[in-house]
């Protein structure tokens, strides 16, 4: 403390120019034997005297005394609350022998952090030049896919939600926590109506984003076809998304066929007997690991292990009859997952080729579930997908 009070002291002006030089030079208080060991000195190096009379070691001795003053402020300090930082330029400064070592620049990269400054969390990076009220619409509508519930988007949920996001997700009938029959769903309709119930309730001049996952893709395209004026954009998430007159098993059968793990996981319900259609598909969970959720948080694993339920059979069956004027007047995204082994990438590629949308794009090291596997990725190209500006058209 007596070095920096001695600023205030009653020092004649003239003298005061000699008094810094001599500061400059003077020799700095011994270290403890810790420190200077800690630093690399020899007992001789931490002697004031030794300097003087080894001038032939200017150099060494140079970048042993800059050592020697950031060690010392260390030791005075103790590194305990209430003392003075540590000031990250010292490094950069000389101590007055005549020979000056050129330092490096200072950068912005360099400048020392303040406390005051703002961290930027990955999620803060995405948003940072997010306008919600800018954007064609804020509300993003998630539909699940086949066995799933609207708790498998609880990750999502929340990353939208901080971003300013209205979100609804839903669960279909006989799925999640709805308490209906799974083996009694007759109809893709039926399975849908509470996606067309919502969008129902929506004004006149409202418009949402449809995500659909999965099998939720044959839900999204159905929606599209009846009320294709309150959907601003449809996102198929490694979904399904037929055409005119295809329906969901169409898509899918020559896949099931070659894909071994897919057939061993499903096993057909025949509630109504064996003389009958399935009515539903019952998914094996010692397979589900394996099959949707390879690349997933164990965590998230067990929350779909007690979560999961049958598929309804009969929605899968459902040919969808779509127009150019209601269906093809919403425009559609593709999210493509790279490491699925429910609908393989291959598969993905295909689909998009035999009904183009008007973009694709693609979660890298996602597996089936990317709400699980790749959550911030996945917020992020829906974010993306929600700036996308609306066409004059619209």
Partial sequence: MGAQLSCFSNVDEAARPRQRRRQAVKAPPALSAEVAAAIGLTPADRSGKSRSRNKGRGEELLTHEQALAAALLLQQNGGGAGTVPFDRSTSLRHSGHGHRKQGLSRSSS?????????????????????????????????????????????????????????????????????????????????????????????????????????????????????????????????????????????????????????????????????DHHPTAIYLDKSLLKELLFNQSPTKDVALALVSMRSVPFAPVLEKLSLTDKNYGSVRRFFIETTEDNTIPFSLQQTLCGINPPEKVLRLKGADHSPFFSKPQALHKVLVEIANVPPTRTQ
């Fill in 110 to 274: 360099s400048r020392p952090r303040s406390l005051a400054d703002q961290v930027l969390q990955p999620l803060q990076l995405v948003n940072q030049d997010l306008k919600i009220d800018n954007l064609e619409t804020n509300h993003f509508v998630l539909i699940h896919g086949g066995g799933f519930g609207a708790w498998c988007w609880y990750k999502t949920i929340a990353l939208l939600e901080d971003s300013g996001f209205k979100v609804n997700a839903i669960d279909l009938t006989g799925s999640g926590i709805d308490s209906f029959d799974t083996n009694k769903v007759t109809s893709l309709p039926e399975y849908a109506k509470p996606l067309t119930n919502l969008l129902e309730t929506l004004g006149d001049l409202d418009k949402v984003i449809l995500v659909g996952h999965d099998f939720g893709g044959a839900c999204v395209s159905y929606a599209m076809e009846i009320f294709p004026s309150k959907i601003a954009k449809a996102i198929f998430i490694c979904a399904a998304m037929p055409m005119s007159g295809q329906n969901t098993l169409d898509m899918f059968s020559e896949e099931v066929g070659m894909n071994d793990l897919m057939r061993q996981a499903q096993t057909f319900v025949y509630a109504n007997g064996k």
